[in-house]
């Protein structure tokens, strides 16, 4: 037997808890073995075995008794078997003695009112009962125990998770995106020294050093949404549209934009619904094969209250049949020189806005992406 084998076995021979848990089924077992071979005998005497529906009623709770008695001592070897760290698992074995006591305790305390109302209780019933009860209390002592261990283990690994989305979005805000600007930069300052031989060279640089932007931008859109804990409030949707397209005139002047959104309409979101508009509008002017893109943006509140905001432009179109796909990640147009993330960045948050969103045709021409938002209740304190 080596080293690891040796080890392994004294992990599972020293875990207390496990012990506990099995120990507890080991006694349960001897102690109803007890009631059926001494108490039983006794009291029944040379009656024999009558068919009879309490005998049937004793029958199942016997079984219940082997039952109680397996499950308890397969649970302590699961428990010792399990990667769950020993200290967590004393609060498995802990509850089992606790669950098991409590209830003993509510079936003794119930016996002693009715033998004080002047009830006569029969010894091998009660005894049974008190088996049962054991057997029954321990049992569910022991899934809140693990239940507990379980929750514990889940929020735990939740923050480190959360803890390290937090961190990578860190690094690529303060080191890998500072370090693509740096880059993008020195590229346009390339344009005035470099010939017609490098141009094209140059140009890839530029595209590429675009695309990689766009990606790390997403990205830590999307660690935002999943690391940190932030309650919806209401959000101006005029308010959001208009800085997004004002940034989109400025980034693609050979574009044109209509906005037509309330002022009024208040929408259910955070600070991150701002990447949600502009991914929608910078993806209706660059994957637009017109000579002049046009995008229209526009919100209605429907008849169910709901806020309807459309992004529509006069682009190629999705086909109907690929448009569920570019919601996944890493899909996207054969031009696109991007990473495939934006739409599916907008259907992680919107869905996370408890909205939906969606594909249709605009007319004459080009795509709509509708996204529908849960209307949020007019600012009283103003």
């Known amino acids: 037997m080596n080293q690891g084998s040796v080890s392994e076995l004294r992990r599972r021979v020293l875990n207390v808890p496990a012990w506990i848990v099995s120990g507890t089924g080991l006694v349960l077992a001897g102690l109803s073995l007890w009631y059926l071979i001494v108490i039983r005998a006794y009291y029944l005497g040379g009656s024999g075995f ?5 005998t049937v009623l004793e029958l199942i709770e016997i079984s219940l008794l082997g039952g109680f008695s397996i499950v308890l001592i397969y649970a302590g070897y699961w428990l010792a078997s399990s990667q769950f760290e020993r200290q967590r698992l004393w609060w498995a074995g802990l509850w089992t003695l606790i669950g098991m006591t ?24 009660f005894i ?31 923050k480190r998770q959360r803890d390290t989305l937090l961190f990578i979005n860190e690094l690529l805000r303060h080191n890998v995106l500072n370090g693509m600007q740096i880059i993008k930069g020195n590229t346009e300052l390339l344009e005035a020294h470099v010939d017609g031989a490098g141009e094209q060279y140059l ?18 859109v999307l660690a935002d949404s999943v690391s940190r804990e932030t309650s919806l409030h209401p959000v101006s949707l ?12 400025d980034a693609y002047p050979d574009a044109e934009f209509d906005v037509a959104v ?38 209605t509140v429907d008849s169910s209250g709901r806020v309807v905001l459309e992004v529509a432009d006069n682009g190629p179109g999705i086909p109907e049949d690929r448009r569920e796909q570019y919601f996944e990640p890493g899909e996207q147009d054969e031009s696109s020189v991007g990473q495939g993330l ?23 021409r080009g795509t709509a992406l509708v996204v529908e938002l849960a209307q949020a209740e007019p600012d009283r304190s103003a």
């Open 128 to 158: 049974q009962t008190m088996l049962l009860a054991a057997g029954g209390g321990a049992i569910a002592g022991l899934l809140i125990g693990i239940s507990t261990v379980r929750e514990t283990v889940e929020a735990e690994r939740a």
């Open 203 to 220: 140009e890839t640089t530029q595209d590429r050093s675009d695309s990689i932007v766009e990606l790390i931008q997403n990205v830590r």
């Open 50 to 54: 009558q068919l009879s529906p309490a």
């Open 262 to 299: 309330p002022e009024d309409v208040r929408v259910r979101g955070d600070d991150l619904l701002e990447a949600v508009v502009e991914n929608l509008v910078s993806n209706a002017v660059v994957h637009n094969d017109s000579d002049t893109p046009r995008v229209a943006v526009s919100a």
């Open 342 to 364: 934006g739409l599916y960045l907008v259907r992680t948050l919107v869905d996370c806005y408890d909205g939906d969103v969606r594909i249709e045709d605009n007319e004459p």
């Open 102 to 125: 409590g209830i003993i305790a509510i079936v003794v305390l119930f016996n002693s009112l009715q033998m004080l109302q002047g009830e006569r209780l029969s010894e091998p019933s």
């Open 238 to 249: 005029d308010d959001v549209v208009r800085s997004v397209v004002d940034g989109a005139r």
